[in-house]
């Protein structure tokens, strides 16, 4: 009778131990969420705070912006930018494509002093009717296509041992030019028969290059 006794009294407390320990085990739970749930109002109260304030300077900005007329907002957004411009020392290039020969002829030059520190936007209205293929602080490239006939068209031809220039007009009407200090002897034989026949260069480029080869 006393071991049954003793054994009753035990389980009597271990059933109050697990009933203990199931109501603290769902206090703390209840405690969690709670928190839980206070913190993830606070986190999203504060987010849409933000994204009101955010809301605010936006549409403040773009009603500013709204009350400006069209060349006050492009000053706005060439002054917020910053702009490459001409230096001293740039050089450009003119491209000019003559519809008539169909030959494209380039020259290069240095900037006018009057066009140093100068935007991309300022450089298309100074040569508004040319195509700016390139702008860089010290590199131009301008482009345009004309109807006429380019005038760089030459003729090489011997004359008493030497190579003489010869220039083409549009009809191949061939007017003299120049004597070239260029002796026709030590020439290569195929060079020699073409100068004999009359050897049709175009454009400056290609002319002061093949006189080149021949000295």
Sequence with gaps: MYILSNT???K???DKMKKYTIIAIITIGVIMGFLTGIYIYKINK???EQKEYIAEEVEDECTAIGELNGEEIANLIIT???EEKTSPNCV???KIYHEACEHLIESRQSIEEADVNMTEEELKKRFSDWEVQKF???EIVLYK???EFCNEHYLLKEEDGYIVIYKLDENDNAEFFNTTEIPTEYLAEEDLEQIKNGMKVYTDVELNKTLEDFE
């Design 12 to 14: 009597t407390g271990e």
């Design 92 to 94: 450009i290039t003119l």
């Design 8 to 10: 009753g009294k035990n």
């Design 136 to 138: 860089t602080p010290t």
């Design 80 to 82: 917020n930018s910053e």
């Design 46 to 48: 504060i987010d849409s």
């Design 145 to 147: 296509e004309v109807e």
